[in-house]
């Protein structure tokens, strides 16, 4: 059995801290977790990639080996009474921590494979924090240089005359397992492997509620006509920073019209899905991902069974 089908227990969905929001806004308290001798620093180099050790694991720093702390740390929270911060490094930085730990950088979709499910949560964390902060640089009002706070949660305009404050965002995006009794219909696009499909997916817009965006989204990309959905479950996704809203739609059985975001949009029974994946004819999402885990639950519920997961998502 998968580790999905056993109740979903998604990638980056657990960062195993207290997030200790009232500590953020307490500059002597943040001080304080930095100083810290059990205070620990999880290292970004500048594309987002995440530093490992030689054992694929995931390194946290010492904090006291980056003393004082670099401009730009982030205080993630607390493991029971240990500090957990992250820093995003120059190329040259990185690669300097890199050589002394005797680790490497990798694409955090690629790492999520040999990470404990607290460690990729915390990488996902960190990763999402940094690239919002990479975007609110300067201010969107006045075009001043803003300066983080809160450690490193809020961005605030450093011209007084001005004063915005900005704080971290989240993109939702929906995606959905449409299905008509022993049939689903699942998607791929042309970048993606061979034979490999998954659920439709795609951004709320403003204004709109996550049903009406899965009913467009689904129409949009395959032309199929959605007569209701409701939610399962979510996953954070900090490629560069969404939140996936896992829905279950149903909708009459009707042939898809595949627009420009799909290559192909089909419908698969449910009897055919174990003999397309074993010859090869169809590949699934990793397992930890909510696609598959969509699926798979589909699946279960038609079948009493469940489906082999795709290979790991790689640097892709």
Not at 175 to 196: F, M
Not at 219 to 236: C, D, I, L
Not at 260 to 271: G, H, K, M, Q, V
Not at 285 to 295: G, R, V
Request: glycine letters at 12%; one cysteine or more.
């Amino acid at each position: 059995m998968s580790r999905a089908g056993r109740g979903a227990r998604f990638a980056f969905g657990d960062g195993g801290v207290d997030r200790a929001g009232e500590r953020r806004g307490d500059p002597t308290a943040v001080a304080a977790c930095w100083t810290d001798p059990g205070a620990r620093v999880l290292v970004l180099r500048s594309d987002g990639r995440v530093l490992l050790d030689a054992d694929g694991g995931l390194v946290l720093e010492p904090a006291g080996v980056l003393a004082p702390a670099p401009d730009g740390a982030c205080f993630l929270g607390l493991r029971g009474a240990r500090p957990f911060f992250s820093v995003q490094l120059g190329d040259e930085a990185a690669a300097a921590v890199a050589a002394r730990r005797g680790g490497r950088f990798a694409d955090l979709r690629g790492a999520v494979a040999t990470l404990p499910a607290a460690d990729a949560g915390l990488a996902a964390y960190a990763r999402a924090l940094a690239h919002w902060q990479s975007r609110k640089r300067w201010c969107g009002v006045c075009g001043a240089p803003t300066r983080l706070a809160d450690g490193g949660h809020r961005a605030q305009c450093s011209d007084a005359g001005c004063g915005a404050t900005y704080f971290p965002r989240t993109d939702p995006a929906i995606i959905v397992i449409v299905s008509c009794d022993d049939h689903c219909l699942l998607g791929r696009q042309a970048s993606w492997p061979p034979a490999r499909y998954s659920t439709l997916a795609g951004f709320v817009e403003p204004g709109e509620t996550l049903e009406q965006a899965v009913a467009r989204e689904v129409a949009e990309e395959s032309g199929v006509e959605v007569a209701a959905s409701r939610y399962v479950a979510s996953q954070p996704w900090p490629f560069p920073a969404s939140l996936m809203l896992g829905f279950a739609a149903r909708a009459r059985l009707q042939p898809p019209r595949v627009g420009s975001e799909l290559e192909d949009a089909r419908w698969f029974a449910a009897a055919d899905l174990p003999r397309l994946i074993a010859r090869g004819e169809l590949a699934l999402p990793p397992d930890l991902s909510i696609a598959f885990h969509l699926i798979d639950r589909w699946y279960h519920r038609r079948t009493g069974a469940h489906l082999s997961p795709g290979l790991p998502l790689g640097g892709r």
